[in-house]
Structure formats: structure tokens, C-alpha cells
């Protein structure tokens, strides 16, 4: 498979927001977006504006670093946000129910490396970084799966 590479420059948090919420209007049900970057480099934030672009009320979107998965009833279908930070097997993936997810849900994942060979393979990954420890980020989009590729074009136009 082909690996596909895209990449935007957000200035402040409400451009990366305001890219979240466009990535929000083109996921589906059985899309699985995975977030990469250092403590810091603004998953969480991104994962925030995707969720409530998404929401038919508003609500609190916290992070689930606690929780490791938050789950919300989105109108067409669920949508889980899960931190997987702090597990320390593969197998507790399973055990969460992310596997069955990654079929009918969106699914955002925040430290994706802990799914290990569970990652799916036409999943989206995002990596953002923060070089100048400002405000700023880099945001590179890759993927293997053509589905993706209008929907990015469409998200960055």
C-alpha cells in the first residue's frame, strides 16, 4: 500500500481547532483517527474540537486520561476518544472494547504506540508537533487507505 503524506501549519489553538472541527464534518462510523506527538503537543485539544463539532448539544469533553476511553452518542453513531497513556499491554485494548469500536465507531486514539500490532491498518494518523514550544503546530496528516485522500483534500482546501 501506497502511504500518502499531508501536512498543515496551524498559528494558534483556534486554527488547530478550527482543523479539528473540519475533520470532524468528514469522519464516519468505522473511521479511526490516530493522535501521535510529545506531553503537550495538543491531542487533547484537537481531539476536544473534533468531539463537540461532532455533538448535537454541547457537553463537557474531558480528557480521558483517567478514564482512558470516553464514549459519546454522536447522532449517526458513537464516537470513542480514548488515552491509552497509560496502559501497559496490548491486551487492554481488548479488554476495552476498542477493537469491536474501530468497526462501528469513530474512533480517536491519543498514544496510538500502545496498540502495537491492534493498530488498524486504514486508520488516520495525525502527529502533531510543537517545535517552538509556542502556540504553533505542525500537523502531518499520513495514510495508506485512498478513502482518506479527497477527505484530506476537502479538510485542508
Known sequence: MTQHRA?????????TAQLASKLGAVVRAGDTILLEGEIGAGKSHFARALILS?????EDVPSPTFTIVQVYDLPDCELWHADLYRLGDPDQVVELGLIDAFDSAICLIE?????????P????????????KTDRREITFTWT?????????????
Not at 501536512?7 to 486554527?15: L, R, T
Not at 461532532?54 to 454541547?58: T, V, Y
Open 145 to 157: 487507505n485512498p478513502v482518506w485522500t479527497d477527505r484530506i483534500a476537502e479538510v485542508l482546501a
Open 111 to 119: 498514544w496510538p504506540d500502545r496498540l502495537d500490532d491492534l493498530r
Open 7 to 15: 501536512a498543515f501549519s496551524s498559528n494558534s489553538p483556534d486554527e
Open 54 to 58: 461532532r455533538l448535537a448539544e454541547p
Open 121 to 132: 491498518a486504514d486508520a488516520l494518523t495525525l502527529t502533531l508537533d510543537d517545535p517552538e
